[in-house]
């Protein structure tokens, strides 16, 4: 089945042993690589039998020209895509991530959403993939890789400033029900003083409060 690996640049100067005789790339090789935007922690998906699919692969690489910037994001898509690629081979006849079709979503959302527990993932852990998933696929369909997606969505009017609107796609795959993500960071000045003040019994100043029964 596919497997998903991540990207060590270090590992690409050290040699490769094999029957006990040291293989290493070429210099050229490994300045091409960088050179194609290559960095450490970049997935990647080789197929069953091994083989390297340049345009899946190349979707990782665009990934921060697309808004998905953060480590952990390109991390969950690529866990998302080499699911969803195992799901097809498996249970979808063995057809290629380029293949699929609204049949396959559907049947993708009856394994997922509607297995009994505990393979049963939740609505919001539905939608993450989902949104991965449209992303890729919105992605092929601009680089020319395909010409329709496998995600019905549904053409809307979103308004903006000044009265205007602008045309959004809603993909219907996504579950309307799921909860939001509510997480909100806070700068360090203000854990320390939460932790200090809130948890710990300081005053502000740094000294402890005598009159605090924490």
Known sequence: MPQLYFTDIAALRRPAIIDNVAHELPAEAIAAAHRSGLSDGIPFILDEDGTYDPDLNRFFRACPTMGVRSPNSLRAYGRDLVVWMRFLSER??????????????????????????????????????????????????????????????????????????????????????????????????????????????????????????G
Do not use: C
Not at 118 to 132: C, E, L, T
Not at 135 to 158: C, D, H, Q, V
Not at 168 to 197: C, I, K, M, N, Y
């Open 92 to 213: 979808r006849q063995g057809k290629r991530i380029w293949q699929a079709d609204r049949d396959d979503i559907a049947a993708y959302h009856a394994a997922r959403r509607r297995s009994a527990p505990p393979y049963r993932i939740s609505a919001s852990s539905w939608n993450r993939a989902v949104a991965a998933l449209e992303k890729f696929y919105g992605w092929a369909l601009e680089e020319g890789l395909m010409s329709t997606s496998p995600f019905g969505a549904i053409a809307n009017w979103r308004p903006v400033r000044n009265g205007r609107v602008v045309p959004t796609r809603t993909v219907r795959a996504r579950e309307p029900g799921a909860r939001r993500g509510d997480v909100r960071f806070v700068s360090l000045d203000h854990f320390l003083a939460f932790r200090d003040v809130g948890l710990r019994g300081r005053r502000l100043d740094g000294h402890e409060d005598p009159t605090w029964n």
